[in-house]
């Protein structure tokens, strides 16, 4: 496809715990039936699955200077992402996220420590000149980079690059509306139902794809078991239904999905025909815990197209 694309947020390390037979509630204690430690972040999820999937990729982010932070870095390394744009900073421990999941349902705690603190001066000239595309994951979370955001996509858009933003969850759930300064600079906006129900202050997430109308060029509302709404240029609405499989952890799905349809968003494809690439991506994800649900590569996703086209 030969685009190239520069994701700038978070990454961190995720003590993933899986098998639970529910979450916990207070003085409770449950068993899990699997940990894995892995190298999660929205941001560097997406990363890490769009270099799978055969495209330059190059992370901007912050780690700290310890072990989790070298294995981060080790981590995008092996996926073939680009590193030389990572601040080790040695005043940060690496962000670390503990995952509890059921499988259909996962909960999180999270020290957000060098994963919030990307900053804008972190994004060079260089970086933006020589990337097609912008993506930045986990907006609430991005403490640091947050009030400089509509700058540095209306820089992207004045350079010709694309853009797209995961807005994340907001653990403060105050739902701050700056976010509406840079929805007119996004050209794929990729929350999730909760989300953009928040965002919007709406009930169902139809009604929240329709208030985000306008507001971006394209929006993706994900919405798990249920699979996808979208509006595209010009208001066409598409939705694509999920695949159904067998589900061992939701984590990292939406992070792969977001992945799957930029892959088909940057290659010129129809918004149908990227949502269902997209969800056969979070299909995938979902048979392994965590960011370990990201696939080898295009082959991978094509085949299990392939086997589901009935």
Known sequence: MGKRILAVGDVNIDLVFTGLDRIPSAEQEVLA???????????????RTLSRLGLAVSFVGRVGDDEYGRTAVQALQASGVG???????????TGTTVVLSTGSERTYITFPGSAARARR??????????????????????SALRPELPELFREAGRRGLTTSLDPGWDPSEEWGQDIQAVLPQVDVFLPNEAEAMAITGTKTPEEALEALI??????????GAAGCIAAGRGGEVCRCPAFRVQVVDVTSAGDIFNAGFLYGFLGGWSLAESL??????????VARAGAGG?????????????????
């Open 83 to 93: 590193v030389s744009g990572v601040v080790v900073d040695p005043t940060l421990p």
């Open 121 to 142: 001066a972190d994004v060079t000239a260089e970086g933006l000149s020589s990337a097609d595309h912008l993506h930045v994951g986990s907006y609430y979370l991005q």
């Open 276 to 285: 269902r690439f997209a969800c056969a991506c979070g299909a995938i994800a």
């Open 214 to 223: 306008g507001r971006c060029r394209t929006t993706v509302v994900k919405m």
């Open 294 to 310: 990201i696939m080898s590569g295009v082959q991978q996703v094509k085949e299990f197209l392939n086997e589901h086209s009935g």
């Open 33 to 47: 039936h699997g940990l894995e430690l892995l190298v999660g972040g929205q941001t560097s999820t997406v990363a």
